[in-house]
C-alpha cells in the first residue's frame, strides 16, 4: 500500500519467476499431487477397492506428507499410507487387517491431525459403536524408533455419545483431546480430558455426570 492508501503493482523480474516456476516443478516432482495419486495407488490396492476417505499430513516430520486412504475390499474396511518417491506413490504402511475395534466395528472416517504439538501428524480413526450410539475414536501416531519400518501406536482410545468428535485444544499449556459421554438411565456419564505429557496422554481431568 503507498501513503495515498492505493495499492501498488509489484512485478516479479522475469529471472526471479522462472526459478520460481523451476522451484514449483522441482517440488511438484518430489511430492506427487493428490490428484495424481490414482494410477499408482490402484496399482497396489485390490481390484475392487472403494475409496472411503483420503488424507495428505507429514507423519513423520520430514515436511513431505503422506498419503493416508480409507477404503473398503470385500467385506473389511483397511487403511493404508503411501510415501511420495520420485514422483510415484509406494505403499509405506498398512494396518494388515487390524484397524477394526474388538467388537468389529470399522472405521468410518478418519482424521489426520498433529495433536500434541510436535510437527507430526497422528491418525484419528472414528467408528460407530453400541449399536450407533456412541463413537470411538482411536488416535495412531508413528513409532519413530525406526523409520525405516514404520510401526504405529495406539496412544489414545476413548469414547464419545451421542456420536461425535473429541475436541482438540490445550489444558494450561498442554495439548488435550476431551471426550463427553451423556449419562443416561442405565450409566453415569463424563467429561474426560487427556493431556498430553512429553511421551503420552494422561487423563488430566475428570468429570462425573451422575445419572438423571
Ligand atoms: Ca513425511
Ligand atoms: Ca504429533
Redesign the pocket.
Known amino acids: 500500500m503507498t501513503n495515498s492508501g492505493k495499492t501498488d503493482i509489484v512485478f516479479i523480474p522475469p529471472v526471479k519467476a522462472m526459478v520460481i516456476i523451476l522451484l514449483v516443478t522441482i517440488l511438484s516432482c518430489i511430492v506427487p499431487a493428490a490428484s495424481s495419486a490414482n494410477p499408482d495407488v490402484y496399482n497396489i490396492l485390490p481390484d475392487d477397492t472403494r475409496i472411503l476417505q483420503y488424507s495428505l499430513a507429514?507423519?513423520?516430520?520430514?515436511a513431505?506428507?503422506?498419503l493416508a486412504i480409507l477404503y473398503t475390499t470385500a467385506d473389511e474396511t483397511r487403511l493404508t499410507l503411501f510415501r511420495g518417491d520420485s514422483g510415484h506413490w509406494s505403499r509405506w504402511w498398512d494396518d494388515n487387517g487390524g484397524i477394526s475395534l474388538q467388537d468389529g466395528s470399522a472405521p468410518k472416517s478418519l482424521e489426520t491431525v498433529d495433536i500434541n504439538g510436535d510437527g507430526r501428524a497422528e491418525m484419528l480413526a472414528y467408528y460407530l459403536t453400541e449399536n450407533n450410539t456412541a463413537m470411538a475414536a482411536r488416535i495412531l501416531t508413528l513409532d519413530d524408533r525406526d523409520p525405516a519400518k514404520p510401526v504405529f501406536n495406539v496412544i489414545l482410545e476413548d469414547m464419545i455419545s451421542p456420536p461425535g468428535y473429541p475436541l482438540l485444544g490445550t489444558e494450561g499449556q498442554a495439548f488435550s483431546v476431551t471426550f463427553m459421554r451423556m449419562a443416561t438411565r442405565e450409566r453415569s456419564g463424563y467429561r474426560r480430558v487427556y493431556c498430553w505429557n512429553k511421551k503420552r496422554f494422561e487423563k488430566c481431568v475428570e468429570v462425573e455426570w451422575k445419572k438423571p
Do not use: L, N, W
Open positions: 507429514d507423519f513423520d516430520g520430514d513431505r506428507k503422506e
